[in-house]
């Protein structure tokens, strides 16, 4: 294996932008439009001492993101050279699985993943979200307030998720349940054990009971994955698709409730809910600086040479925000990068725009007369260099009671109560008997520390 490049000429670290700091998180496009005027590639550190190259323009991305030759993913000899407990370290150490993999061992995962999550019914998929979505709104409709990131943007991906795999309302009230106890660093090392247990359970549940849910596509699949690799496939599903979905839905929210062209309820706004997400995915992108690769070699980019094993970052945000594309976006298309590009492109963005639409629709359609609680230049973004975050959501609206609202919604169905209210779960103990996995076990599951990170907000 080849060793980190020590010849690399350094650069000075007061030279470096950092993307941790509150600057950053103010101000992301004034940054952006400051670093793209000293060319497509700038010196930035990720962390206290940890350097990377951000990629700024679209060109220059897709041309990266194209060539994973020169550009692959394995992070292995770049983690040797950070400190472990730097915070973005769990979000970029190496890890046995797709996101981490090149060449056929990558074709090989992704391809599983490919194919169980086409075999998810868009009807299914669009029931699921609707009801999962409803059983959070039946919490918070009745006061009259809420906080559309973490009572709804936050959880509902989980409860999508957690369908998704086929977990059973049991398993998922629990693993909710460690999730928020996590979110909240309360109890956070039973937390930890609980959720691996879940995740393991769930494995174990659908090979021996197969049913029509991903979990059970995933282990029929002809890739042959054992256990320790379906586990490495959930725990990748959920970590890349929870942090990112909730802060599409938020993001979207946000812009629906603040901007004039998208004011009024469902039927008198002026533009649909798939032009608010389009918009965000465009220019507030959920993952913002992402899509890491690591040269394992110098490498030759935009007129500069890179050195090894530094990370090279795409600026998703900057890149879709090029002013080099401004006519490619009035013609509406979709060209951004927010779900990359080449290989390693998001396989559920189909799944992830139902979830962003859907979710959108059902609040917006259930609490039509919503107001933001505070003007929307005063909502707090939260630090870090890769997710473009709200820290909260906050809304008004006239008080709801749920009696009614169950009556009219849903026609008297009991797709309100097809899951617990959220404060039972978030309040009730752990209560299950089940056989859980001792700590030991848990820190032995591959990625595992990683999905708690990621499901933590770092
Ligand atoms: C708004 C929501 C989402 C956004 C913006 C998003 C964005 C992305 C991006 C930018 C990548 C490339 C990462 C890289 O190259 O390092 C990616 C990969 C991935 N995403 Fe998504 N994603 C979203 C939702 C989801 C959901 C809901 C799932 C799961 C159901 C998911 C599963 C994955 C997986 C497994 C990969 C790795 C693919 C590979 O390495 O070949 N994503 N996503």
């Not at 993913?73 to 050279?81: C, E, F, H, L």
């Not at 990558?106 to 979200?129: C, K, P």
């Not at 256990?227 to 929210?253: S, Y």
């Not at 505070?374 to 006239?398: D, K, Q, S, Y």
Request: with cysteine; proline share 8%.
């Amino acid at each position: 294996m080849t060793r980190p490049d020590d010849s690399a000429a350094p650069v000075c670290p007061m030279r470096r932008t950092p993307l941790h700091d509150r600057t950053f998180a103010d101000d992301p496009d004034g940054v952006y439009e400051s670093l793209r005027a000293e060319g497509p590639l700038a010196d930035v550190e990720l962390a206290p001492g940890v350097p990377a190259t951000l990629v700024l323009d679209y060109d220059t991305a897709l041309s990266v993101l194209r060539d994973p030759a020169r550009f692959p993913k394995d992070s292995r000899v770049w983690q040797r050279t950070v400190p472990q407990d730097s915070p973005v370290v769990a979000m970029m150490m190496y890890r046995d699985n797709v996101l981490f993999q090149d060449g056929p061992e990558h074709d090989r995962l992704r391809e599983a993943i490919t194919d169980a999550l086409g075999r998810v019914d868009s009807f299914t998929l669009r029931r699921y979200v609707r009801e999962s979505a409803e059983s959070l709104i039946r919490d918070f409709a009745p006061k009259g307030e809420a906080d559309l990131l973490n009572d709804y943007a936050r959880i509902l991906p989980l409860l999508v998720l957690t369908k998704l795999f086929g977990s059973p309302p049991e398993i998922t009230s629990r693993m909710v349940d460690a999730i928020t106890a996590l979110w909240d660093g309360v109890d956070t090392e039973r937390a930890n054990l609980e959720l691996g247990s879940c995740v393991a359970e769930v494995v174990a549940l659908r090979r021996e009971h197969p049913a029509a849910d991903v979990t059970t596509w995933l282990l029929e699949h002809e890739a042959g994955l054992d256990d320790e690799e379906m586990i490495q496939q959930l725990v990748v599903l959920m970590g890349a698709g929870a942090e990112p979905m909730q802060n599409l839905v938020a993001n979207a929210l946000r812009l629906w409730l603040s901007d004039e062209r998208f004011a009024g309820n469902l039927s008198g706004g002026r533009l649909p809910v798939e032009d608010a997400i389009d918009e965000v995915l465009w220019q507030q992108p959920p993952l913002a600086n992402y899509a890491i690769t690591f040269p394992p070699q110098e490498v030759e980019l935009a007129g500069r040479v890179l050195p090894a094993h530094q990370p090279v970052v795409i600026g998703i945000a900057a890149a879709n925000n090029d002013p080099a594309l401004c006519s490619a976006r009035r013609d509406g298309n979709r060209a951004h990068l927010a779900w990359s590009a080449g290989a390693h492109t998001c396989p559920a963005r189909g799944t992830a725009r139902m979830i962003a639409s859907v979710a959108m629709e059902t609040v917006l359609d259930t609490l039509p007369d919503m107001d933001l609680a505070v003007p929307v230049e005063r909502l707090e973004w939260r630090t870090g260099p890769f997710h473009r975050a709200l820290t909260a959501l906050p809304v008004h609206f006239p008080p709801v009671p749920v009696s009614d609202r169950d009556e009219e919604a849903t026609g008297g169905s009991d797709s309100w109560s097809t899951l617990p209210a959220r404060t039972q779960w978030t309040r009730q103990g752990v209560t299950s008997t089940r056989r859980r996995r001792s700590s030991a076990d848990v820190d032995r599951l591959p990625g595992w520390n990683s999905l708690v990170e990621w499901l933590r907000g770092r």
